[in-house]
């Protein structure tokens, strides 16, 4: 079966139909969970509410509570959802659960898909990877940001769409490729300067966290859904 690709610049709910969705939200869900896999962490439970993260911790004790509101750390939780606060002394071996304003609402209409993978820049290469040796249909779904689509994650389906070289579905793989090829050499300034997503984190402190999500190939791994959770696939 050939491989097809579409670009969803929000996440549709998906169904078996899909052989491969990707769950995008580069600033910073799925960087941070790509980052908390590459120091260690044994699973990354995502959860829609911060009250069933709470409870998932209350029946069991090792768990790590990470995610945000409004970018930024949820009172009672162990990490935000920033990416440079992580390390392998805190992560590794642990179990987190994780629940953030749009990138866990993304990952939740995905998961009837056949498989289910998340992607940032931070991991390009390796999903590049995996997914070429995919068929069928692969949906890209950008969290986006509060309803709208977002600059960033745009740009990422774009770079996967422009590597994958592979049969389109809908015409936001030729927008978000076009932009994509557009700007990728100053991918981070273009972000800064342009991305309301960005802008709110750079007021918020989190200046380091942009210039960080959108560093291309800082690991080599690609989560992967497996009962329950995301491991390291
Ligand atoms: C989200 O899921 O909405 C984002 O990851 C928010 C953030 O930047 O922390």
Known sequence: MAMEVRVNLLPRLLNEETDVAVVIDVLRATSTMTAALHFGAKKIVPV??????????????????VGERGSKKIDGFDLGNSPR???EE????KELVITTTNGTVAVSKSKRARKVILASFLNLGSVVRLLKRESGRIELQCAGTDGDPSLEDTLLA???????????????????????????DNLESFILENGVHAKRLVSLGFFEDVGFCAKINLYDLVPLWRDGGFVRG
Not at 48 to 65: G, I, M, P, Q
Not at 160 to 165: A, G, H
């Open 90 to 93: 805190m992560i590794e071996g």
């Open 48 to 65: 829609l509410s911060v009250e069933e993260a709470k409870k998932y911790r209350e029946d069991n004790f090792e768990v790590l509570t």
């Open 158 to 184: 774009g770079a996967l769409v422009s590597q994958l070289e592979i049969g389109h579905i809908n015409d936001s793989c030729r927008i978000s490729s076009v932009l994509y090829e557009a700007v990728k």
């Open 85 to 87: 606060e992580l390390s």
